[in-house]
């Protein structure tokens, strides 16, 4: 693996432990301003970043995960990140736990140059039809 590849993929882990030990201060440091995650299902859903802030420390839980073979590519100041993941989470009380698939979207800023986090797609291989109600739930600007 590549040094840039290293780079992005540690900052992946950065991200998944601050989740897991739900640590808002490192999220926020790692999401840019116009994060949101994307819950990409038959009915997606999304959460702007201060949702997601407040869930990930709250309602929505990571407490474990595992990548699997993981890919990532730069295109100038962004960078892909993607791979398959085993999830140990929570929403609430309903246990969302299993594969998933992720994309994260990185971009280095221009201003002090460091990457951060634009938006996180991800994507399960079953039909939940609870999550995109749960998702939105978490909205805070509804």
């Known amino acids: 693996m590549d040094e840039f590849s290293s ?8 991200w998944m432990r601050a989740w897991a030990q739900r640590d808002r201060n490192v999220m926020k440091a790692l999401a840019s301003k116009d994060f949101i995650f994307l819950l990409g299902s038959n009915s997606p859903a999304i959460l702007d ?13 990571c407490n474990g995960y595992r990548f699997d073979e ?9 960078a892909v990140f993607a791979t398959r993941m085993r999830l140990d989470a ?5 246990d969302w736990s299993g594969e998933t698939w992720l994309m994260d979207l ?3 800023g221009k201003v002090r140059r460091k990457w951060r986090i634009v938006e996180r797609t991800i994507s ?5 039809g609870k999550m995109p109600d749960a998702i939105r739930s978490m909205q805070l600007w509804r």
Do not use: C
């Open 7 to 14: 780079q992005i993929e540690a900052l992946e882990h950065q």
């Open 49 to 61: 970043r201060a949702s997601w802030l407040e869930a990930a420390t709250t309602r929505f839980r």
């Open 70 to 78: 993981v890919y990532v590519r730069r295109h100038g100041n962004i």
């Open 90 to 94: 929570t929403m609430g009380d309903h």
């Open 106 to 108: 990185w971009q280095k």
């Open 124 to 128: 399960r291989p079953d039909t939940d």
